[in-house]
């Protein structure tokens, strides 16, 4: 799309819609005919096929009780494991590499637990200082587990200007001290995606291991994580992958760590042949499997199934040219419409540095998202002064890019922000 061929009016929003070759997804989705949902990047939207496959999945344990283990619509003793084999090529890995299990932060503790291995001066873990907390968090809990100070022991690599992380400054902090390192693919700010190729050929070359938080990538953006060599990475699937609120997260382990025993082991992460020996000797899994730990949350895995079916038709590679074609649409819009009222874009311009969501700033960020909301159009508030959006590509047409910025401009235009609180809510 060039800026100089923009009209900007409602008919080029609906001619786009009509070039779109994934417009018939939007029809799998339950959208509020009301309602403008630009939070897919917080959780996604309820598809049909994920209702189905969570129905199913109740019907084999109302109709087989125990047996729903081996039997049924989805099986539940494998389900874990075709579950990461249908994720793989959404990040570019093998099967065996990627399993379904756990949460994003209880897969960092795993990960880490397995990988962060001090000895001598390597002890340190690296990090981004605009990362999500909950990763921190958990990156300080290790320290602290293992007998070390985080206030010494883990870097955060500082921003240079409060919104994005130069790759320049991460390879630099990739010292003989640092044993691993753990970064977001795309800052969930800011929507800047890191070069984590770039990363990783530098990890590699240092012998550092390099882990990848991808909850703000998986399902939007295409990545070769095999080929690239990270060595692991965490995601949630209630973002853009639509699994529903606290669905069951997953986790990528390179091939080349088979082999490498769990940090914190537990039944599931026996080989399968094995697992109901009830022996007191864990034989772990010889792939991705070896990671999880307790058993498979069925019911939160089940949307998922469904889910996943719509991304194999879609394909991944499709998916990201329309995300990409949203969010320069929905940019030069904003710059259009909105310039005179102290609006700035705060995500990267380049299509290679960009996520799958918008952020602008505002000072009076958190009143605009409460009026937005109140006008049915759901965004998203982060801390201190961002106002997230995100055009969903199985789900968001161009018409309602169109129409968001339009009645962000009467409610500029017309000051009616003004009358709620500069508070935001407990959940933003």
Known sequence: ????????????????????????????????????????????????????????????????????????????????????????????????????????????????????????????????????????????????????????????????????IEEDDIITAMTEDVALILLPSVLYRSGQLLDIRRIAQEAQSRGIILGIDAAHSIGAIPHQFHDWGVDFAVWCNYKYLNSGPGGVGGLFVHQKHRGQLPGLAGWFSSTKEKQFDMEYTLSPAETAGAFQIGTPHILSMAPLIGSLELFEEATIERIREKSLQLTNYMMHLIEHELSSFGFNIANPREEARRGGHVSIEHPDAIRICKSLKEHQIIPDYRSPNIIRLAPVALYTSFVDVWSAVQKIKIIMTEKQYEKFENKRETVA
């Open 1 to 164: 799309m060039n800026r100089d061929h923009f009209s900007f009016s409602l008919q080029e929003a609906q001619q786009l819609d009509q070039q779109d070759v994934l417009s018939r997804f939007k029809d799998e989705f339950y959208i509020n005919q009301d309602c403008l949902y630009l939070d897919g990047n917080s959780l996604g939207l309820l598809s049909r096929r994920a209702e189905r496959s969570l129905l199913e999945s109740l019907e084999d344990w109302k109709t087989l009780g125990i047996d729903g283990w081996m039997k049924g619509f989805h099986p539940w003793f494998t389900l874990a494991e075709k579950l990461g084999e249908k994720t793989a090529p959404l990040i570019g890995a093998l099967p065996s590499e990627t399993i379904v299990t756990g949460s994003i932060t209880t897969n960092i503790h795993q990960l880490v637990s397995s990988f962060y291995q001090p000895a001598g001066t390597r002890t340190k873990i690296l990090a981004d200082a605009l990362t999500f907390p909950s990763d921190i968090y958990a990156l300080q809990s290790q320290l602290q587990l293992r007998g070390y100070d985080p206030r010494n022991h883990l870097i955060q690599v500082p921003s240079r200007d409060g919104r994005f």
